[in-house]
Protein backbone atom coordinates (compact mmCIF):
# COMPACT_ATOMS: atom_id res chain seq x y z
CA UNK A 1 0.00 0.00 0.00
CA UNK A 2 2.60 2.28 1.06
CA UNK A 3 6.19 2.83 -0.83
CA UNK A 4 9.02 4.45 0.81
CA UNK A 5 10.90 6.38 -2.04
CA UNK A 6 13.34 8.25 -0.33
CA UNK A 7 14.50 9.93 2.62
CA UNK A 8 15.78 13.23 2.72
CA UNK A 9 19.56 12.75 4.18
CA UNK A 10 19.62 15.89 6.08
CA UNK A 11 16.02 15.85 7.51
CA UNK A 12 13.39 12.86 8.53
CA UNK A 13 11.30 14.38 5.03
CA UNK A 14 10.26 11.06 3.15
CA UNK A 15 8.94 11.01 -0.48
CA UNK A 16 6.04 8.30 -0.48
CA UNK A 17 3.18 6.35 -2.80
CA UNK A 18 0.25 5.53 -1.05
CA UNK A 19 -1.93 3.14 -3.15
CA UNK A 20 -5.82 2.85 -2.47
CA UNK A 21 -8.24 1.16 -4.43
CA UNK A 22 -9.08 4.62 -5.59
CA UNK A 23 -5.82 5.16 -6.95
CA UNK A 24 -2.20 6.55 -6.04
CA UNK A 25 -1.54 9.52 -3.61
CA UNK A 26 1.80 11.06 -3.97
CA UNK A 27 3.22 11.68 -0.41
CA UNK A 28 3.81 14.23 1.47
CA UNK A 29 0.12 15.11 1.01
CA UNK A 30 -2.69 17.47 2.17
CA UNK A 31 -6.24 15.93 2.04
CA UNK A 32 -9.18 19.16 1.54
CA UNK A 33 -11.70 18.59 4.49
CA UNK A 34 -14.89 17.37 3.16
CA UNK A 35 -16.57 16.92 6.47
CA UNK A 36 -19.95 17.00 4.85
CA UNK A 37 -19.26 14.87 1.83
CA UNK A 38 -18.29 18.70 0.75
CA UNK A 39 -15.15 20.74 0.73
CA UNK A 40 -16.70 24.08 1.75
CA UNK A 41 -16.89 26.58 -1.08
CA UNK A 42 -15.16 24.41 -3.83
CA UNK A 43 -16.82 21.70 -6.66
CA UNK A 44 -15.29 18.96 -7.51
CA UNK A 45 -14.08 19.82 -10.84
CA UNK A 46 -12.26 22.94 -9.11
CA UNK A 47 -10.71 20.51 -6.98
CA UNK A 48 -9.52 18.55 -9.53
CA UNK A 49 -7.84 21.09 -11.58
CA UNK A 50 -5.96 22.28 -8.56
CA UNK A 51 -4.84 18.96 -8.27
CA UNK A 52 -6.46 17.43 -5.35
CA UNK A 53 -5.44 13.97 -4.85
CA UNK A 54 -7.66 13.01 -1.74
CA UNK A 55 -10.33 14.45 0.84
CA UNK A 56 -11.50 13.66 4.01
CA UNK A 57 -14.71 12.65 5.47
CA UNK A 58 -16.06 12.31 8.79
CA UNK A 59 -18.03 9.43 10.01
CA UNK A 60 -19.84 11.06 12.88
CA UNK A 61 -21.06 13.65 10.34
CA UNK A 62 -22.18 11.77 7.75
CA UNK A 63 -23.88 8.99 10.07
CA UNK A 64 -26.47 11.63 11.38
CA UNK A 65 -26.78 13.40 8.22
CA UNK A 66 -27.72 12.49 5.50
CA UNK A 67 -27.44 9.19 7.20
CA UNK A 68 -26.66 5.58 5.62
CA UNK A 69 -29.76 4.10 4.10
CA UNK A 70 -28.87 7.43 1.50
CA UNK A 71 -25.25 6.85 1.21
CA UNK A 72 -26.25 3.32 1.05
CA UNK A 73 -28.52 3.73 -1.91
CA UNK A 74 -26.38 6.04 -3.28
CA UNK A 75 -23.95 3.30 -3.92
CA UNK A 76 -21.18 5.11 -1.62
CA UNK A 77 -19.75 7.89 -0.74
CA UNK A 78 -17.61 8.12 -3.80
CA UNK A 79 -20.86 8.26 -5.87
CA UNK A 80 -22.67 10.30 -4.05
CA UNK A 81 -20.30 13.11 -3.75
CA UNK A 82 -19.30 12.31 -7.60
CA UNK A 83 -15.43 12.20 -6.43
CA UNK A 84 -13.68 9.20 -8.13
CA UNK A 85 -10.31 9.83 -6.51
CA UNK A 86 -9.62 8.27 -2.56
CA UNK A 87 -11.69 9.41 0.64
CA UNK A 88 -10.05 8.89 4.08
CA UNK A 89 -12.87 8.79 6.58
CA UNK A 90 -12.04 10.09 10.03
CA UNK A 91 -13.54 7.81 12.48
CA UNK A 92 -15.71 9.66 14.33
CA UNK A 93 -12.76 9.46 17.30
CA UNK A 94 -12.09 13.24 17.56
CA UNK A 95 -15.36 14.24 18.30
CA UNK A 96 -14.83 12.43 21.58
CA UNK A 97 -13.02 15.85 22.08
CA UNK A 98 -15.08 18.52 20.16
CA UNK A 99 -18.62 17.56 21.64
CA UNK A 100 -17.31 16.33 25.17
CA UNK A 101 -20.59 18.37 27.03
CA UNK A 102 -22.97 16.66 24.87
CA UNK A 103 -21.14 12.70 25.47
CA UNK A 104 -20.47 10.19 27.72
CA UNK A 105 -17.07 7.63 27.08
CA UNK A 106 -17.87 3.99 28.32
CA UNK A 107 -15.78 1.01 27.83
CA UNK A 108 -17.05 -0.01 25.00
CA UNK A 109 -17.94 3.17 23.04
CA UNK A 110 -19.29 6.69 23.48
CA UNK A 111 -22.65 7.98 23.82
CA UNK A 112 -23.99 11.01 22.09
CA UNK A 113 -26.55 13.15 22.00
CA UNK A 114 -26.57 14.45 18.44
CA UNK A 115 -25.66 18.14 17.93
CA UNK A 116 -28.83 18.56 15.36
CA UNK A 117 -31.40 17.41 17.36
CA UNK A 118 -30.42 15.91 20.83
CA UNK A 119 -31.28 12.64 19.91
CA UNK A 120 -29.40 9.70 21.42
CA UNK A 121 -26.74 8.06 19.04
CA UNK A 122 -23.80 4.94 20.19
CA UNK A 123 -20.45 5.28 18.82
CA UNK A 124 -17.83 2.15 19.31
CA UNK A 125 -15.07 0.42 17.42
CA UNK A 126 -17.76 -1.69 15.46
CA UNK A 127 -20.19 1.02 14.89
CA UNK A 128 -17.60 3.21 13.56
CA UNK A 129 -15.80 0.49 10.97
CA UNK A 130 -19.51 -0.05 10.13
CA UNK A 131 -20.46 3.51 9.27
CA UNK A 132 -16.92 3.54 7.22
CA UNK A 133 -17.85 0.19 5.24
CA UNK A 134 -20.80 1.57 4.28
CA UNK A 135 -19.14 4.90 3.13
CA UNK A 136 -16.68 3.01 1.41
CA UNK A 137 -13.47 5.00 2.23
CA UNK A 138 -10.50 4.20 0.72
CA UNK A 139 -8.48 4.82 4.23
CA UNK A 140 -10.80 4.33 7.65
CA UNK A 141 -9.38 5.47 10.80
CA UNK A 142 -9.60 3.13 13.96
CA UNK A 143 -12.51 4.66 16.74
CA UNK A 144 -9.64 6.45 19.11
CA UNK A 145 -10.23 8.44 22.42
CA UNK A 146 -8.83 11.86 22.15
CA UNK A 147 -8.54 13.48 25.23
CA UNK A 148 -7.73 17.35 25.81
CA UNK A 149 -4.13 18.41 25.60
CA UNK A 150 -3.95 19.64 29.67
CA UNK A 151 -6.21 16.44 31.08
CA UNK A 152 -4.87 14.81 33.77
CA UNK A 153 -2.25 12.11 33.69
CA UNK A 154 -4.53 8.98 34.78
CA UNK A 155 -7.29 10.35 32.32
CA UNK A 156 -4.71 10.42 29.50
CA UNK A 157 -3.36 6.78 30.27
CA UNK A 158 -7.18 5.87 30.40
CA UNK A 159 -8.07 7.13 26.89
CA UNK A 160 -4.52 5.41 25.75
CA UNK A 161 -5.85 1.97 26.91
CA UNK A 162 -9.12 2.13 25.59
CA UNK A 163 -7.40 3.70 22.24
CA UNK A 164 -5.57 0.82 22.25
CA UNK A 165 -8.31 -1.89 23.16
CA UNK A 166 -10.72 -0.02 20.70
CA UNK A 167 -8.23 -0.39 17.74
CA UNK A 168 -8.05 -4.52 18.79
CA UNK A 169 -11.66 -4.60 18.07
CA UNK A 170 -12.11 -2.12 15.06
CA UNK A 171 -9.04 -4.17 13.95
CA UNK A 172 -11.49 -7.13 13.90
CA UNK A 173 -14.47 -5.96 12.21
CA UNK A 174 -15.33 -6.17 8.49
CA UNK A 175 -14.30 -4.00 5.38
CA UNK A 176 -15.33 -2.38 2.20
CA UNK A 177 -13.06 -4.15 -0.45
CA UNK A 178 -9.51 -2.61 -0.65
CA UNK A 179 -10.57 -0.41 2.53
CA UNK A 180 -7.33 -0.17 4.70
CA UNK A 181 -7.17 1.00 8.08
CA UNK A 182 -5.28 3.53 10.26
CA UNK A 183 -4.27 2.57 14.02
CA UNK A 184 -4.15 5.86 15.95
CA UNK A 185 -1.54 7.19 18.59
CA UNK A 186 -2.53 8.77 21.51
CA UNK A 187 -0.38 9.64 25.06
CA UNK A 188 -0.89 13.61 24.67
CA UNK A 189 2.97 14.84 25.41
CA UNK A 190 3.51 11.83 27.74
CA UNK A 191 6.47 9.79 26.71
CA UNK A 192 5.88 6.55 28.00
CA UNK A 193 1.90 6.89 26.44
CA UNK A 194 3.42 7.59 23.22
CA UNK A 195 5.49 4.92 23.29
CA UNK A 196 3.30 2.18 24.63
CA UNK A 197 0.40 3.29 22.55
CA UNK A 198 2.50 3.65 19.48
CA UNK A 199 4.26 -0.49 20.01
CA UNK A 200 0.64 -2.05 20.54
CA UNK A 201 -0.25 -0.38 17.46
CA UNK A 202 2.59 -1.71 15.49
CA UNK A 203 2.19 -4.95 17.07
CA UNK A 204 -1.50 -4.99 15.16
CA UNK A 205 0.20 -4.44 11.97
CA UNK A 206 -2.40 -1.61 10.60
CA UNK A 207 -1.81 -0.59 7.11
CA UNK A 208 -0.46 3.12 8.53
CA UNK A 209 -0.48 5.08 11.36
CA UNK A 210 -2.05 8.48 12.50
CA UNK A 211 -0.57 10.28 15.42
CA UNK A 212 -3.82 12.09 17.28
CA UNK A 213 -4.63 14.18 19.91
CA UNK A 214 -2.73 17.39 18.25
CA UNK A 215 -3.80 20.70 17.00
CA UNK A 216 -6.53 20.41 20.13
CA UNK A 217 -5.39 23.89 21.88
CA UNK A 218 -1.89 22.78 23.03
CA UNK A 219 0.92 25.22 22.45
CA UNK A 220 3.14 24.54 19.09
CA UNK A 221 5.82 23.50 20.60
CA UNK A 222 3.80 20.92 22.86
CA UNK A 223 2.24 19.66 19.85
CA UNK A 224 5.86 18.88 17.56
CA UNK A 225 6.46 17.28 21.13
CA UNK A 226 3.42 14.92 20.48
CA UNK A 227 4.79 14.26 17.07
CA UNK A 228 8.54 14.01 17.89
CA UNK A 229 7.24 11.18 20.76
CA UNK A 230 5.38 9.01 18.51
CA UNK A 231 7.47 8.69 15.35
CA UNK A 232 10.93 6.89 16.37
CA UNK A 233 7.92 3.98 17.02
CA UNK A 234 6.47 3.93 13.76
CA UNK A 235 7.67 1.78 11.18
CA UNK A 236 9.13 3.32 7.93
CA UNK A 237 7.35 1.20 6.00
CA UNK A 238 3.96 2.75 6.44
CA UNK A 239 2.45 6.14 5.89
CA UNK A 240 2.25 8.44 9.01
CA UNK A 241 -0.57 10.97 8.82
CA UNK A 242 -0.65 13.95 12.02
CA UNK A 243 -4.32 14.38 12.52
CA UNK A 244 -5.57 18.37 11.97
CA UNK A 245 -2.73 20.31 10.88
CA UNK A 246 -1.86 22.67 10.46
CA UNK A 247 -0.39 26.16 9.39
CA UNK A 248 1.87 26.05 6.29
CA UNK A 249 4.98 25.98 8.35
CA UNK A 250 3.91 23.39 10.70
CA UNK A 251 3.20 21.09 7.83
CA UNK A 252 6.50 21.86 6.40
CA UNK A 253 8.49 21.40 9.88
CA UNK A 254 6.57 17.99 10.38
CA UNK A 255 7.48 16.76 6.67
CA UNK A 256 10.96 17.49 8.30
CA UNK A 257 9.86 15.37 11.58
CA UNK A 258 8.59 12.43 9.31
CA UNK A 259 5.34 12.99 8.55
CA UNK A 260 3.67 12.16 5.43
CA UNK A 261 0.14 13.06 5.32
CA UNK A 262 -2.26 16.25 6.70
CA UNK A 263 -5.67 17.68 6.93
CA UNK A 264 -6.75 20.86 8.17
CA UNK A 265 -9.73 22.82 7.71
CA UNK A 266 -7.49 26.26 7.60
CA UNK A 267 -7.49 26.91 3.75
CA UNK A 268 -10.87 27.22 3.40
CA UNK A 269 -11.99 28.45 7.07
CA UNK A 270 -9.61 31.67 7.33
CA UNK A 271 -11.02 32.52 3.79
CA UNK A 272 -14.72 32.60 4.89
CA UNK A 273 -12.93 35.12 7.74
CA UNK A 274 -11.21 37.26 4.53
CA UNK A 275 -7.52 35.75 5.18
CA UNK A 276 -5.68 34.97 1.92
CA UNK A 277 -2.29 32.95 2.19
CA UNK A 278 1.23 33.51 0.59
CA UNK A 279 4.28 32.02 0.53
CA UNK A 280 5.42 34.37 3.22
CA UNK A 281 2.28 34.21 5.58
CA UNK A 282 -1.02 35.36 5.78
CA UNK A 283 -2.70 38.83 4.90
CA UNK A 284 -6.01 40.29 5.92
CA UNK A 285 -7.51 41.27 2.86
CA UNK A 286 -10.62 43.30 4.19
CA UNK A 287 -7.84 45.91 5.85
CA UNK A 288 -7.93 49.28 3.36
CA UNK A 289 -4.77 49.39 2.30
CA UNK A 290 -5.94 46.49 -0.44
CA UNK A 291 -8.45 48.90 -1.51
CA UNK A 292 -6.59 50.02 -4.71
CA UNK A 293 -4.61 47.46 -4.51
CA UNK A 294 -4.47 46.11 -8.02
CA UNK A 295 -2.50 43.31 -8.27
CA UNK A 296 -3.19 39.43 -7.57
CA UNK A 297 -3.04 37.60 -4.17
CA UNK A 298 0.48 36.55 -4.80
CA UNK A 299 2.86 37.41 -7.39
CA UNK A 300 3.15 34.36 -9.55
CA UNK A 301 0.47 32.31 -8.49
CA UNK A 302 -1.19 30.10 -10.92
CA UNK A 303 -4.70 29.89 -9.28
CA UNK A 304 -7.96 31.00 -11.06
CA UNK A 305 -8.21 33.75 -8.47
CA UNK A 306 -4.75 34.92 -8.85
CA UNK A 307 -5.12 34.81 -12.24
CA UNK A 308 -8.24 36.44 -13.08
CA UNK A 309 -9.08 39.40 -10.39
CA UNK A 310 -7.02 41.40 -8.21
CA UNK A 311 -6.33 42.07 -4.69
CA UNK A 312 -8.87 45.75 -4.82
CA UNK A 313 -11.69 43.54 -6.01
CA UNK A 314 -11.55 40.61 -4.02
CA UNK A 315 -11.51 43.03 -1.34
CA UNK A 316 -14.58 44.67 -2.69
CA UNK A 317 -16.24 41.20 -2.53
CA UNK A 318 -15.57 40.31 0.88
CA UNK A 319 -17.13 43.72 2.31
CA UNK A 320 -20.17 42.89 0.18
CA UNK A 321 -20.75 40.07 1.38
CA UNK A 322 -20.29 38.91 -2.29
CA UNK A 323 -20.02 34.63 -2.07
CA UNK A 324 -17.65 35.00 -5.18
CA UNK A 325 -15.17 36.68 -2.72
CA UNK A 326 -14.73 33.60 -0.06
CA UNK A 327 -14.91 31.06 -3.14
CA UNK A 328 -12.14 32.89 -4.75
CA UNK A 329 -9.75 32.85 -1.39
CA UNK A 330 -10.82 29.17 -0.93
CA UNK A 331 -9.76 28.22 -4.58
CA UNK A 332 -6.38 30.58 -3.51
CA UNK A 333 -5.87 29.02 0.21
CA UNK A 334 -5.97 25.88 -0.90
CA UNK A 335 -3.78 26.04 -4.39
CA UNK A 336 -1.21 27.39 -2.03
CA UNK A 337 -1.42 24.50 0.27
CA UNK A 338 -1.59 21.64 -2.36
CA UNK A 339 1.25 23.71 -4.67
CA UNK A 340 3.26 23.91 -1.45
CA UNK A 341 2.90 19.90 -1.28
CA UNK A 342 3.97 19.41 -4.48
CA UNK A 343 7.24 21.64 -3.98
CA UNK A 344 8.01 19.31 -1.08
CA UNK A 345 8.09 16.51 -2.95
CA UNK A 346 10.02 17.89 -5.75
CA UNK A 347 12.81 19.20 -3.34
CA UNK A 348 12.88 15.94 -1.81
CA UNK A 349 13.11 14.00 -4.82
CA UNK A 350 16.13 16.48 -5.80
CA UNK A 351 18.06 15.95 -2.86
CA UNK A 352 17.21 19.52 -1.73
CA UNK A 353 14.82 19.77 0.71
CA UNK A 354 16.73 20.59 3.79
CA UNK A 355 17.74 23.94 2.08
CA UNK A 356 14.12 24.36 0.91
CA UNK A 357 13.27 24.15 4.53
CA UNK A 358 15.54 26.11 6.29
CA UNK A 359 14.51 29.17 3.52
CA UNK A 360 10.88 28.73 3.77
CA UNK A 361 10.58 28.75 7.92
CA UNK A 362 13.01 31.94 7.26
CA UNK A 363 10.59 33.41 4.95
CA UNK A 364 6.87 32.59 6.08
CA UNK A 365 6.30 34.84 8.91
CA UNK A 366 2.87 33.33 11.03
CA UNK A 367 -0.31 35.85 11.82
CA UNK A 368 -1.65 35.55 14.94
CA UNK A 369 -4.85 35.92 13.99
CA UNK A 370 -4.66 33.03 11.91
CA UNK A 371 -3.01 30.68 14.59
CA UNK A 372 -6.27 32.20 16.73
CA UNK A 373 -8.14 31.07 13.99
CA UNK A 374 -6.84 27.82 13.83
CA UNK A 375 -7.26 27.34 17.31
CA UNK A 376 -10.74 28.19 17.35
CA UNK A 377 -11.49 26.02 13.78
CA UNK A 378 -10.05 22.88 15.48
CA UNK A 379 -11.67 23.44 19.01
CA UNK A 380 -14.95 24.43 17.34
CA UNK A 381 -15.10 21.61 14.68
CA UNK A 382 -17.74 19.02 15.80
Known amino acids: ?23 VVDTPVFMSVGTQASVKALDPRELREMGTQIILGNTYHLNLRPGLDIIRA ?18 GGFQVFSLAKI ?6 GVEFR ?13 ESMEIQRVLGSDIAMVF ?12 QKLAVERTIRWARECREQPRAEGQKVFGIVQGGSNPALREECAKALVEMDFDG ?106 RHLLRADEILGLRMLSVHNSHIYLKLMADVRAAIAAGTFADF ?26
Not at 81 to 91: G, Q, V
Not at 103 to 108: D, G, Q, Y
Not at 114 to 120: E, F, K, P, Q, Y
Request: proline share 7%; aromatic share 8%.
Open 103 to 108: RKVKAH
Open 144 to 155: DECPPHDAPARE
Open 114 to 126: SHLDGSLLFIGPK
Open 209 to 314: YAIGGVSVGEPEPEMMKAIELAEPFLPAGKARYAMGLGTPAQMVELIARGVDMFDCVLPTRVARNGTAYTRSGAIGLKGAAYKTDFGPLEAGCECFACRNFTRAYL
Open 74 to 91: AGGLHRFMNWERPILTDS
Open 357 to 382: YREFIAGFKPSQKVMAQRTQAKVAEV
Open 1 to 23: MFELLKTDPATKARLGKLTTAHG
